[in-house]
């Protein structure tokens, strides 16, 4: 029965990412801006053949083989987590369902929206989307989960 509810959960992140951007890419032209809030930010719609920051531009290849691979080692780790690592569960969630909704871009764009557009203390930050938002709450949770479990496993 749980599996029937982290499926729902994977669904209704990936659901968001996946209208969220086609809500972008149908309203506003590519590498328009428009300001949100002055000075801070700008929904910006651009198209990202990379990675997370725009990191490894144009290795969709590489892509397409390490994103099944992650896919599989997430579902694994959420599979083998203890039932009550509700932590590590919701980090995985989080990884498999941002996973999925940048894969889905790369399947079928070649490459990813992104649209977030946030200027912090004078720097414009990498413009990113809600699938980056779930994969990078993930990891932190993730690694929060794993240095707890260090700590409980050294008491």
Known sequence: MHYLIYFFIVAVLVFIDQ????????????NQSITVIKGFFNITYVRNFGAGFSIMQ????????ITPICL????????????KDY???TALLLMIGGTIGNFLDRI??????DFLDF???G?????FNFADICLTIGVGIYIVSLLK???????
Request: charged share 20%.
């Open 19 to 30: 209208f969220s951007k086609s809500l972008i890419v149908s309203t506003i032209d590519l």
């Open 58 to 65: 144009n290795a969709t290849t590489t892509f397409y083989i």
């Open 72 to 83: 599989i080692l997430f579902i694994y780790l959420l599979i083998k987590t203890k039932e």
């Open 87 to 89: 932590l590590s569960k």
């Open 108 to 113: 079928i764009n070649v490459y990813v929206v």
């Open 119 to 121: 200027i912090i203390f």
């Open 123 to 127: 720097w414009d930050f990498p413009v």
């Open 149 to 155: 479990e260090s700590k409980n496993e050294r008491a």
